[in-house]
C-alpha cells in the first residue's frame, strides 16, 4: 500500500526538526568465538555527560522521534567511520519513527557514502519487545531494507510479547536471544529445553543466532554446543564510548 505524499511530507519535516539535545554512542563488540575475531560492533545512545542511555531516551517523545531515529542513524554511522571501524556497525531503530522504507532510509544512505562506510557492513535491529502498531508494516521496512542490501536483526527474542508471530512473519538474517534466555541457561532445565529448539528452528530457517547478554563462561559453552558463533556481553567486553573495545577471549 503507497503511502500518502502528505503523510511523506509530515514526516520528512518531522525529521529535519531540531532536537534541542546531544548524544553520542557506545560501542559494544559483537564477537565470533569461532575464528576469536571481532563480527561488529552495536551502536548504544549514551548521554554525553550523564553517560547513560536513559538520559538520553526520556527526551524522545511523539514531537521528535522521527528526528531523533535518523540522527541516530547519522551519528552512530559517522561515529563508527571516524574510529575507522570495518566490521558490522549495528543500529537500532525505532520502526514506529519509519512511516515509509523508502523515503526514510535515504538520509542512511547519503550518510554511508558521505563517510565512505559500506552499506553492507549496517545491521539494523528492532527489538521484539517494542510495541508495533503495525506488524505488516515492519514487515515491509525489514524487506526493503534487506533489498538495500543492510543487514537485519530483530534484538531481544523472547522479551516481548509477540515472539514467533513475529518470526513468523519475517526471517531476519540475525536473531538476537534475550540475555533472560541466556543467562544461567545451563542451570535451568527449561531454558535449556527452550534455547535448543530455538536455535534449532533458526538454523533450519537459515537465521543467524546471536546470543547476548553473555557473561559466564558456562553460558559460552552451552551456546557454542548448540552451534552458536556470534556473543555479545560483558564477558568478552563493555561498551566503550566513543571507542572500540577490543574483546577479552583469555578466559575461553
Not at 565470533?32 to 526520556?58: C, H, I
Not at 541516530?72 to 514506529?96: E, H, V, W, Y
Not at 506488524?135 to 527474542?157: R, W
Request: net charge negative; hydrophobic share 40%; glycine share 6%.
Amino acid at each position: 500500500m503507497s503511502i500518502p505524499i502528505e503523510t511523506v511530507k509530515a514526516g520528512c519535516q518531522q525529521c529535519q526538526r531540531p532536537l534541542g539535545f546531544d548524544f553520542t554512542f557506545a560501542f559494544q563488540p559483537i564477537v565470533n568465538v569461532a575464528t576469536g575475531g571481532v563480527f561488529g560492533y552495536e551502536a548504544l545512545v549514551r548521554d554525553p555527560v550523564e553517560k547513560n542511555a536513559w538520559a538520553v531516551l526520556q527526551k524522545v517523545n511523539d514531537s521528535n522521534r522521527y528526528a531523533f531515529d535518523q540522527a541516530c542513524r547519522q551519528t552512530a554511522i559517522g561515529l563508527a567511520s571516524a574510529l575507522k571501524m570495518d566490521k558490522i556497525l549495528s543500529i537500532n531503530f525505532l520502526p514506529n519513527a519509519v512511516y515509509e522504507p523508502e523515503h526514510c532510509i535515504q538520509s542512511t544512505i547519503r550518510a554511508a557514502r558521505q563517510h565512505n562506510f559500506p552499506i553492507e557492513k549496517i545491521m539494523f535491529e528492532i527489538t521484539e519487545s517494542e510495541r508495533v502498531v503495525d506488524q505488516q508494516h515492519l514487515t515491509n521496512i525489514f524487506q526493503y531494507y534487506q533489498k538495500q542490501g543492510f543487514i537485519t536483526a530483530l534484538d531481544d527474542f523472547g522479551a516481548g510479547h509477540a515472539g514467533l508471530n513475529m518470526l513468523a512473519n519475517f526471517q531476519p538474517g540475525v536473531l538476537k536471544i534475550d540475555m533472560e534466555l541466556v543467562q544461567n541457561v545451563s542451570r535451568d532445565p527449561v531454558k535449556m529445553i527452550i534455547a535448543r529448539h530455538l536455535v534449532a528452528m533458526c538454523q533450519e530457517m537459515n537465521v543467524m543466532v546471536l546470543a547476548e547478554g553473555v557473561e559466564t563462561r558456562e553460558d559460552v559453552q552451552f551456546y557454542q554446543e548448540l552451534g552458536v558463533t556470534l556473543m555479545q556481553g560483558y564477558f568478552f567486553a563493555r561498551p566503550g564510548i566513543e571507542t572500540l573495545p577490543e574483546p577479552d577471549f583469555s578466559q575461553l
